[in-house]
């Protein structure tokens, strides 16, 4: 099960009161995060109001040297109100992620450039994605993308069934 | 399987292509060992690079992380590199499966050791166990929940 249920500290698309939640545990270096991307959009889509879609950062620091930064990046401009364009961004660019490329992101968001490189050093930034990563951990996160429905981890084959199975789930 | 209450049976397998590990070197600490079928999963975030992930979070309990499939050593070795991992993986090579069998976590028909968890207390006793379908990683929240009951008890007793 999903540990902490999803709050008004997450990171949310669509109504808080949709019948049906998807929480996705992902890394911004991750190619099957690149790929979950394009595919979560359409359900979106497809799925508008009924959708509460929640993104948690799962960085795999081993694997994916960027992932943890470009986490605490699109942290960081949520405390200007941009994270799900920033999110955007990063998966749109997912092999370009080095500081300056960030950087450059913030502007194209027309973020305030020194806030953003204070928020970016800030401990309660990545502290955000630290927690995130424990609530992985805790709610058995087992890979990126691991989603959740309605707070139970979906074990199927995310790219051809997660529409379905959102669907069938209200 | 195996289940809690039982020793861990004692094993000596090569950790690197020159050096093996003796399970009872561990005593002492707490020893999560992760039996999975394979080296090579074609996945990111495949069970053994997710528990390298985790290394801290078992530390701070005490707990040694250690991998066991029945690839041979020099497989091993070129995954762990490949996968950045910072944890032994011990070869149940030859004879084939023969601690995984001593585990009950042995799959017969296709010749790899079952995906499996055991949490083992610092005396060697086994505290937890779990069996997961070989096509599911189960990931690390029974293993922290193990863990921290352990705690518990300690702090009970």
Redesign the interface.
Known sequence: MLKPEVSDKDHASGPSKAPVTLVEFG?YE???CGRAYPIIKDIQQTMGKQLRFVFRNFP?????PHAFMAAVAAEAAAKQDKFWEMHDIIYEHQDSLEMDDLLDYAKQLGLDIRQFAKDIQDKSTSGKVEHD?DSG????????PTFFINGKRY?GDWENDLAQRLADSF | MLSPGAAAPDFELYATPDQKLCLHELKGKRVILAFYPADWSPVCGDQMSLYNEMLNYFRKHNAELVGISVDGKWCHNAFTADRKLHFPLLADFEPKGEVAKAYGVYNEEEGQTKRALFVLDEEGTIRWSYLSPDGINPGADGILDALEEMNAEKAVN
Do not use: A, I, Q
Not at chain 1, 60 to 64: D, G, K, R, T, V
Not at chain 1, 138 to 143: A, D, E, L, T
């Open positions: 890394d991750c190619p099957h795999l620091n081993e694997s994916h990563f951990l805790r709610s058995g996160v087992n890979g990126t074990d």
